[in-house]
């Protein structure tokens, strides 16, 4: 065994024979064989004594294993007579001759021909999760780790394993991927079938998300195995553990009605009363506010049956905003409750609360202009969609590139005409996501070097981080000031951001404050 050594020592490159023909020069990437031995291994699975060298070792249909066949067409070539001219016997009386792996040629006719495998389509009817499970009496941690440095074991069924890398292909081709980045998802999907305690089951994503731990991207073969229809959802959104983790203290009874209620915030309902799934931002909210309020009740009380008016009035903030917020969030709770009928009464009815709305602060200049002058066009487009038309963080996020043409942005039933600074911009954006990333096929306008990939949009931290600064602010102090330009006009800002009535007149109604960083009552 040989380990290379110098400044590559890190990366521990195994080099082996082959356990079969002895050829010098294999890794782990084929499980410690060459091609010839691993694509003998997955035709014939002939274990058994050779009948010429009774080696143990994998043999072809007539008994013979691969070094016996190689050596004596080595003695027919060298004698200059047909192979089958020359007895198996003759040809290894004097020893076997070793070789390197991969560097095996043989002549025929005129030329050499080297040797080439035979492409077999893969069956892509085996990706189909198996309907039965494979047991284990110890759930061990996998490490990954260790096995990065001592090799993986082959996965136990190649046919299944060669319909997987078709399919990796086949998405590495759609979404334009370069070899090495195909060869690496391959490597991943390989790891997960070694590694399975059933085979032929679907793959659970809290195994993939162990790659990460040996530098690969879970995500990106997740994406595979799920287009394979082989991922196992097995993980639950953030929201819903750290709901879990909030309310594991509380009585049980209080634990299972805000159950009730989580599941119909999660997934809404198709019965009266009925309810669109809301996003896990409102749901997070809605918990958070509420958490203080249900853990003081879970001393007193062990159901949310046993609450009433008063007990929501006294512990009620007498005015601003966290008196707004609590009640948002009670009334929430108790008016699914109520119509799954498991509440008597909705006590939160009635009970008001003014909204005492701070007036947005005054964005940052220097760090706005800073951002708009940016040398990376894409932080320079970004700040100027907000500064100039004041477009939502989720629009951002959302906007495709078909929504762009003609001078104007269209989101939704809103046509934006663009701005020249904007329009200007965006076309250096353009270039530069063009010609960065040719091959993408992600239909959203802004991507980022993990997100091409693929064509999911990018997250809400990518925005903050690529502006340096809140995109929210940017946007509320646009606003703000269209609303003073304007003299308060309603309607212009309506129509100009997109906002409702209700919503425009947070900004309206600054207009004659004298203070701007003061509160106002909506």
Not at 139 to 146: E, Q, V
Not at 325 to 333: G, K
């Amino acid at each position: 065994m040989w380990r290379l050594a110098g400044p590559l020592a890190e990366s521990r490159v195994i080099i082996d024979s082959c356990p079969d023909c002895f050829a010098w020069g294999v890794t782990r990437t084929y499980g410690w064989r060459c091609v010839g031995c691993r694509h003998a291994l997955e035709e014939f699975k002939n274990n058994g004594p050779c009948a010429s060298c009774s080696r143990a070792v994998v043999v072809l249909p007539n008994g013979h294993c691969r070094l016996c066949h190689k050596q004596r067409m080595m003695i027919a070539r060298q004698a200059g007579r047909l192979t089958r001219n020359v007895s198996f016997a003759e040809a290894i009386k004097h020893g076997h001759q070793l070789y390197f792996a991969g560097m095996w040629h043989f002549e025929q006719g005129h030329g050499k021909i080297p040797y080439r495998k035979k492409t077999v389509p893969p069956d892509m009817s085996l990706l189909r999760p198996v309907d039965w499970q494979q047991l284990v009496l110890f759930d061990w941690p996998r490490d990954l780790k260790a096995g990065l440095r001592n090799g993986f074991p082959l996965p136990p069924d190649p046919q299944l394993e060669a319909a997987f890398h078709q399919v990796a292909r086949e998405h590495a081709q759609r979404f334009g991927w370069s070899q090495s980045k195909a060869e690496r998802v391959q490597r991943g999907i390989r790891v997960m079938l070694a590694i399975q305690d059933t085979p032929g089951a679907a793959i659970r994503r809290s195994d993939v998300l162990q790659l990460s731990r040996i530098k690969h991207s879970a995500a990106t073969v997740a994406d595979v195995i799920a287009a394979a229809g082989m991922l196992d959802d097995d993980i639950a959104p953030p929201v819903v553990r750290w709901f879990h983790a909030n309310t594991r203290d509380l009585p049980e009874p209080m634990r299972q009605e805000l159950t009730v209620w989580m599941d119909v915030m999660m997934l809404g309902s198709t019965t009266a009363p009925r309810r669109n799934p809301r996003s896990h931002t409102c749901i997070h909210n809605y918990i958070r506010w509420a958490m203080p309020t249900l853990r003081r009740w879970a001393d007193t009380h062990h159901s949310l049956r046993e609450v009433g008016r008063d007990d929501v009035a006294n512990i009620l903030a007498p005015n601003g905003l966290q008196r707004s917020t609590v009640l948002i969030a009670l009334r929430s709770i108790f008016k699914i409750l109520k119509g799954r009928k498991l509440v008597f009464i909705n006590p939160c009815a009635r009970l008001s609360a003014p909204q005492d709305r701070k007036v947005p602060d005054p964005v940052d200049l220097r760090q706005l202009r800073n951002s708009l002058n940016s040398d990376d066009p894409t932080t320079a487009a970004l700040a100027a969609l907000l500064a100039f038309h004041a477009v939502r963080l989720w629009q951002l996020r959302a906007m495709r590139l078909t929504d762009l043409h003609d001078g104007r942005l269209h989101i939704g039933e809103q046509v934006i005409v663009l701005a020249e600074p904007v329009t200007q911009r965006l076309a250096a954006y353009l270039d530069y996501r063009t010609n960065t990333w040719p091959t993408t096929i992600n239909p959203h306008l802004f991507i980022h070097r993990r997100s091409w990939m693929h064509d999911r949009p990018v997250t809400p931290w990518w925005l903050h981080h690529q502006l340096g600064m809140s995109g929210q602010l940017i946007r509320q102090d646009r606003i703000l000031d269209e609303a003073h330009a304007s003299s308060g006009d309603l309607r212009m800002l309506c129509e100009l951001f997109g906002l409702s009535a209700t919503g425009a007149m947070r900004y309206i109604a600054t207009v004659n404050s004298p203070d701007r960083g003061g509160t106002y009552r909506a």
